[in-house]
């Protein structure tokens, strides 16, 4: 009796766990991709997986839709790294991954358990979207799904993998996640796609070119980090989760890095030019000042004009916000306004401290930026820097003019810790663009406008492009040496742990989307 009860249970399990049968996995295979379950194996520890709903079936009316155990997704909690987590990862053997009233109620579950556990949630994507046959209870889920993203987007992390066909509406609840991850010639993120682009527009365009992950990591900004295939995929979320605390009540886990602390780099002034106006890396004085070396990298191929990005320095996950010279010689513009926004809200709603290094000309001018809504775009920074509670510490490396110096993490925006190298260029305007203003009618008299515009550039700049002025001021807290970067930025983390800042009660600010 109790034998035949458990051969029925495993006779179950089995039909379950082939989702849309062998044929369908095997197309999935020579797709390049893998099944829903074999996606789950890779992501979590091995062992930990406990699938929820793993006998649960559409229950629409229509005869000719046929069922499967699961329904379009697999869902369930295990662990990463040791750390508890929620997972749903889409079987497109199953009607293509569709959401139907089952599969969306399976997801919503998951996501209840995750921030009811306060933990984070991941979801895998490779889905034909709404699940034709089922109509509006298909909209129903999503709908359930975009509201619980929002409940949790500040609470828990929300990470997406892309590893399949998005489409239509369903692209939203990825679009409100903290980080997208797709994987290359796999994942496929669009409103509309590429027939009906066609159809209205008369434009022909590949899936791949319209909402690859090329395109979303390089143009749309959507994708955080692109994958050169699944295994990638997984290993980049395992790390990006190591940054992070599984809720917005936690901190993040102190890492052991091996690294001192007090390590200075006497070459460190080296890496910046003495010449202002030539490009440098900023990333590798990031490089130098954080544990090991190790950045890892959010957007790194989107608004490359600034870089955001985890790190560790002194054990303790930063959030890493820099202007980037080699770009648009670090100049601010809407794209790079919208990534460290957003870069800093995250990093604000889960007790990321937050450290910020300037060389910024300025705002990039023109009618594009002007009529694009570089004035809208642009208060984002400061709403996000202002409305940052955590430990904020700015260092001022070069270039820091006008609004851009305000907006990159200055005190007025209330960082904590205000540093600068010696190299600083704290100003309202450049020097060549401030002495044509200032000085307009001695120039036009001058015999020799070039020379004369020269000279009064470089008295400027030794007058008032410097950190002195504003350290007199206490706007800058200590003029430091650069080699002495790191151990000072740690020095002002550690004296900020315990950082508690209150602002007034509000229903939520109103930040100028
Ligand atoms: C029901 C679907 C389906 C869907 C795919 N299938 N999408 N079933 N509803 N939305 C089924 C197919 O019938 C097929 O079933 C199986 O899944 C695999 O699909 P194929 O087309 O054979 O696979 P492939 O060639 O890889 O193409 C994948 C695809 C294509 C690009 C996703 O299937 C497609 O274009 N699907 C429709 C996409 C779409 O328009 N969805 C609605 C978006 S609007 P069998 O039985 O043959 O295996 C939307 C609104 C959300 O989602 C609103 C939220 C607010």
Same mark, same amino acid.
């Given at each position: 009796?109790?034998e035949e009860?458990?051969k029925?249970?495993?006779?179950?399990?089995?039909?379950?766990?082939?989702? $849309?049968?062998?044929?369908r996995?095997?197309?999935?295979?020579?797709? $390049?991709?893998?099944?829903?379950?074999?996606?789950?194996?890779?992501?979590? !520890?091995?062992?930990?997986?406990?699938e929820?709903?793993?006998?649960?079936?559409?229950?629409?009316?229509?005869?000719?839709?046929?069922?499967?155990?699961?329904?379009?997704?697999?869902?369930?909690?295990?662990?990463?790294?040791?750390?508890?987590?929620?997972?749903?990862?889409?079987?497109?053997?199953?009607?293509?991954g569709?959401?139907?009233?089952?599969?969306?109620?399976?997801?919503?579950?998951?996501?209840?358990?995750?921030?009811k556990?306060?933990?984070?949630?991941?979801?895998?994507?490779?889905?034909?979207?709404?699940?034709?046959q089922?109509?509006?209870?298909?909209?129903?889920?999503?709908?359930d799904?975009?509201?619980?993203?929002?409940?949790?987007?500040?609470?828990i992390?929300?990470?997406?993998?892309?590893?399949?066909?998005?489409?239509?509406?369903?692209?939203?609840?990825?679009?409100?996640?903290?980080?997208?991850?797709?994987?290359?010639? /796999?994942?496929?993120?669009?409103?509309?796609?590429? +027939?009906?682009?066609? +159809? *209205?527009?008369?434009?022909?365009?590949?899936?791949? +070119?319209?909402?690859?992950?090329?395109a979303?990591?390089?143009?749309?900004?959507v994708?955080?980090?692109?994958?050169?295939?699944?295994?990638?995929?997984?290993?980049?979320?395992?790390?990006l989760?190591?940054?992070?605390?599984?809720?917005?009540?936690?901190e993040?886990?102190?890492?052991?890095t091996?690294?001192?602390?007090?390590r200075?780099?006497?070459?460190?002034?080296?890496?910046?030019?003495?010449n202002?106006y030539?490009?440098?890396?900023?990333?590798?004085?990031?490089?130098?000042?954080?544990?090991?070396?190790?950045?890892?990298?959010?957007?790194?191929?989107w608004?490359?004009?600034?870089?955001?990005?985890?790190?560790?320095? $002194?054990?303790?996950s930063?959030?890493?916000?820099?202007?980037?010279?080699?770009?648009?010689?670090?100049?601010?513009?809407?794209?790079?306004?919208?990534?460290?926004?957003?870069?800093i809200?995250?990093?604000?709603?889960?007790?990321?401290?937050? *450290?910020?290094?300037? !060389?910024?000309? $300025?705002?990039?001018?023109?009618?594009?930026?002007?009529?694009?809504?570089?004035?809208?775009?642009?208060?984002?920074?400061?709403?996000?820097y202002?409305?940052?509670?955590?430990?904020?510490?700015?260092?001022?490396?070069?270039?820091?003019?006008?609004?851009?110096?305000?907006?990159?993490?200055s005190?007025?925006?209330?960082? !904590?810790i205000?540093?600068?190298?010696?190299?600083?260029?704290?100003?309202v305007l450049?020097?060549?663009?401030?002495?044509?203003i /200032?000085?307009?009618?001695?120039?036009?008299?001058?015999?020799?406008?070039? +020379?004369?515009?020269?000279?009064?550039?470089?008295?400027?700049?030794?007058?008032f492009?410097?950190?002195? /002025?504003?350290?007199?001021?206490? /706007?800058?807290d200590?003029?430091?040496?650069?080699?002495?970067?790191?151990?000072?930025?740690?020095q002002?983390?550690?004296?900020?742990?315990?950082?508690?800042?209150?602002?007034?009660?509000k229903k939520?600010g109103?930040?100028?989307?």
């Open positions: 009796m109790h009860k458990i029925r249970l495993a006779t179950m399990k089995k039909s379950a766990e082939s989702g $849309g049968g062998n044929e996995i095997e197309a999935q295979h020579s797709k $390049g991709k893998l099944t829903a379950r074999e996606r789950i194996a890779l992501l979590l !520890d091995e062992g930990t997986f406990v929820l709903d793993k006998y649960v079936t559409h229950r629409s009316d229509d005869p000719t839709l046929p069922k499967f155990y699961g329904d379009g997704a697999v869902t369930g909690f295990g662990t990463i790294a040791g750390r508890q987590v929620f997972v749903f990862s889409y079987d497109f053997t199953v009607l293509g569709s959401l139907g009233e089952m599969t969306g109620k399976k997801i919503a579950k998951a996501m209840d358990h995750a921030m556990v306060g933990c984070p949630i991941i979801g895998i994507i490779d889905s034909g979207g709404a699940r034709i089922e109509g509006v209870m298909s909209l129903d889920g999503y709908g799904i975009f509201f619980r993203n929002t409940v949790a987007s500040g609470v992390p929300q990470i997406t993998a892309s590893i399949g066909p998005c489409a239509g509406g369903a692209v939203y609840s990825p679009a409100m996640t903290d980080f997208v991850i797709m994987v290359e010639n /796999i994942g496929q993120m669009f409103v509309t796609g590429p +027939e009906v682009v066609k +159809e *209205v527009l008369s434009q022909e365009v590949s899936f791949e +070119e319209l909402g690859g992950a090329r979303h990591a390089t143009k749309s900004g994708a955080h980090f692109i994958a050169k295939n699944e295994y990638e995929c997984f290993d980049k979320i395992k790390k989760l190591s940054f992070l605390p599984q809720n917005n009540t936690e993040p886990a102190m890492v052991e091996n690294d001192d602390p007090n200075i780099d006497a070459d460190l002034i080296n890496k910046l030019p003495e202002p030539q490009q440098y890396d900023m990333k590798e004085i990031i490089k130098s000042i954080v544990d090991n070396g190790d950045f890892f990298e959010v957007h790194e191929l608004a490359e004009n600034i870089l955001v990005g985890f790190a560790r320095m $002194g054990g303790r930063v959030g890493i916000v820099a202007n980037q010279p080699q770009y648009l010689a670090g100049a601010l513009d809407i794209n790079s306004s919208n990534k460290a926004a957003r870069f809200r995250f990093c604000d709603a889960f007790n990321i401290p937050i *450290v910020t290094l300037v !060389d910024t000309p $300025g705002y990039l001018p023109g009618t594009d930026q002007e009529h694009n809504g570089i004035i809208r775009n642009g208060s984002k920074l400061l709403f996000a202002c409305e940052a509670t955590v430990p904020k510490v700015t260092c001022i490396i070069g270039k820091a003019y006008g609004g851009a110096y305000i907006a990159m993490g005190k007025n925006l209330r960082a !904590d205000n540093y600068a190298w010696p190299s600083a260029e704290i100003a450049g020097p060549e663009a401030a002495v044509t /200032i000085h307009r009618r001695e120039l036009k008299n001058a015999p020799n406008a070039a +020379e004369t515009k020269k000279k009064l550039a470089k008295e400027y700049r030794d007058k492009a410097n950190p002195y /002025i504003a350290a007199e001021k206490g /706007i800058i200590v003029v430091i040496d650069p080699m002495e970067t790191r151990p000072m930025i740690i002002a983390l550690n004296a900020l742990a315990n950082k508690k800042e209150a602002r007034p009660w939520h109103n930040i100028n989307l």
